[in-house]
């Protein structure tokens, strides 16, 4: 066969489109052209693709390749293609089983040797396919999640979604042959198993480390209890940004719809995260309006394709002042 298709998904904000991967070998001098609006990090897949297939055991075809990415008016970006394309091209060069390959989403980067990397969005791929699976059905649900084994903790977060993780492609295409043998299960990756929220939160600071701060220690505990918004202001040494970074430590913990959400922005920012712990920023008193609320939109090519909602997160800055009425302190 020299036609395959692999599903797997873009990461645009904490949204995660569905991408098709369509891969077809034909005649021709040899050649690997891919088309549908990839960046410069998925054109360059090329090159890392082809030295993983070739270290991992297996041969690249000879011939000339065509490889889209459907939608085409969906801009793709990131290293996180790399596997569902050399999946595609082993499957099309008839070197997999092209009917395995529905049941499964790749993510994943490639290194030379075939080891698989770690990516960003994981958790908001995971969450998409969660919700994919309520709208769907049964056909959905029963589709499992093939990821490196670095990002196998944080996609087994979304409860619902079958995971696997894999350390390199040559382990993914051993589970894929696996599942037309009964007998080799030895072969197969294993499910990785749901991680849940700690019952209580842990944070580095806590309130109890503040000494003295009386009325700015009542009106944390009358912002926590009410949702009320918070000002602090005075000089420089006061004790602003100690207060205010201490507000995430008495407020109640996030449900796991909300710790989900915030987990799926650390995801996709690739920055470190404690799950389940209230997030607090802290910026320089001289930020402009624009960029405390996000910078502005850095991929401008994306508007095209979303108009729903943006979600930001931000959160007090160390200029906050204490505002509150007489009355409640």
């Known amino acids: 066969m020299s036609f395959a298709q692999v599903s797997t998904r873009s990461v645009v904000g904490l949204h995660a489109p569905p991408v098709i991967i369509e891969v077809h070998l034909s005649s021709g001098l040899p050649a690997l052209t891919i088309v549908g609006l990839p960046a410069a990090s998925v054109r360059e897949s090329k090159d890392r693709v082809r030295s993983a297939i070739l270290n991992s055991g297996f041969q ?156 700015a220690r009542r009106a944390l505990e009358i912002a926590a209890a009410g949702g009320h918004s918070l000002l602090f202001t005075g000089p420089p040494g006061s004790g602003k940004t100690l207060m205010a970074s201490r507000l995430p430590t008495i407020l109640p913990d996030l449900s796991p719809e909300d710790a989900l959400e915030v987990a799926s922005t650390y995801s996709v920012a690739d920055s470190d995260y404690d799950y389940g712990t209230r997030p607090f920023r802290q910026v320089h008193h001289t930020i402009s309006a624009v960029a405390l609320v996000g910078g502005g939109c850095q991929f401008p090519q994306y508007l095209s394709y979303f108009h729903n909602r943006c979600h930001i997160v931000h959160n007090l800055s160390p200029r906050v002042s204490l505002y509150t009425s007489g009355e409640a302190l």
């Open 60 to 215: 690249f075809p000879n011939r000339r390749l065509t490889i889209n990415l459907a939608p085409a008016d969906l801009p793709k970006d990131g290293a996180r293609l790399d596997l569902p394309i050399a999946i595609g091209i082993l499957a099309a060069s008839d070197q997999l089983d092209p009917e395995a390959l529905s049941a499964f989403e790749f993510i994943g980067e490639l290194a030379l040797n075939g080891e698989l990397r770690q990516v960003t969005g994981s958790l908001a791929i995971a969450r998409a396919m969660k919700a994919e699976s309520l709208t769907l059905g049964e056909l959905q649900a029963q589709r499992q999640l093939i990821v490196p084994t670095d990002n196998g903790a944080e996609a087994s977060r979304v409860e619902g979604v079958t995971v696997l993780a894999a350390k390199s492609l040559k382990a993914v295409c051993d589970h894929l042959k696996s599942l037309a043998d009964p007998k080799a299960t030895d072969a197969r990756l294993a499910v990785v198993p749901l991680s849940r929220i700690q019952a209580n939160a842990v944070y580095q600071v806590d309130l109890a480390d503040v000494k003295g701060q009386h009325h």
